[in-house]
């Protein structure tokens, strides 16, 4: 069964440290991996987009990673910011489906 | 503004009523979405539309029937309001259906059936 699973289901941290964000799918065949921020009262915003072949990638403070040969991708988010606060969440897709995790609720603290 | 924008925001309900979100882009997208957010804040297609015509139909009850008079809106009305349809919906649209670009989506309708 396709599924995506998220790790941490909550975490709190202080505005300034850094903090990992997991995501492990089993979903075949794999076509590729997406991670949105979701805010509070909105819809979900991609941050990145990850293939077969990458295995890293930076969008500002994010950096995504992906092992395709053990299927499992993190989010790493670098001097977090009090806008960090949101929902992270990580979609598979393969071939016509796309397979949404439940995400992970980051809140910053001051 | 371009955008996915989705009408009402807000939406409370009784039970047994007939209801109907809206949702418009004007990115020049060709499919639309809609998606159920559940309490476990799962995200659920439940319909896709493209150019009009409808491409994913996943297993709904068929008192949610999309309607999609032109390519840049596609409303989702709901029949026999139930207490288990509470959640909020979310509209989306992208360029192409089943390729690597990134869905935009509108900001939901929080639902609430009582």
């Known amino acids: 069964k396709n599924q995506v699973e998220q790790s941490p289901q909550s975490l709190i941290i202080l505005e300034g440290k850094n903090c990992t964000l997991q995501c492990n799918y089993t979903v075949s065949p794999f076509s590729n991996l997406r991670w949105y921020k979701q805010d509070t009262g909105r819809g979900p915003v991609s941050l990145t987009i990850?293939?077969?072949s990458e295995n890293t990638k930076s969008n500002g403070r994010y950096t995504a990673t992906l092992d395709a040969d053990t299927k499992q991708s993190s989010l790493h988010i670098t001097a977090s910011q009090l806008s960090d606060s949101a929902s992270y969440i990580c979609?598979?897709?393969?071939?016509?489906?796309?397979?949404w995790g439940a995400g992970t609720k980051l809140i910053i603290k001051p | 503004d371009t955008a996915v924008s989705q009408t009402p925001k807000y939406l409370v309900t009784q039970m047994g009523n007939d209801k109907s979100i809206k949702c418009e882009q004007n990115l020049g997208h060709d499919t639309m979405y809609w998606y159920k957010q559940d309490s476990k804040k799962f995200l659920k297609i439940m319909f896709s539309y493209n150019n009009k015509e409808l491409i994913i139909n996943e297993t709904v009850p068929n008192r949610f029937s999309p309607k999609s008079p032109d390519k840049a809106h596609l409303n989702l009305h709901i029949n026999s309001l139930e207490l288990g349809d509470s959640a909020v919906y979310f509209c989306?649209?992208?360029?192409?259906?089943?390729?690597?670009?990134?869905?935009?989506f509108g900001s939901g309708t929080r639902l609430t059936v009582v």
């Open positions: 989306a649209s992208s360029q192409e259906a089943y390729v690597r670009d990134g869905y935009t």
């Open positions: 979609v598979v897709r393969s071939d016509y489906q796309l397979i």
């Open positions: 990850m293939t077969f």
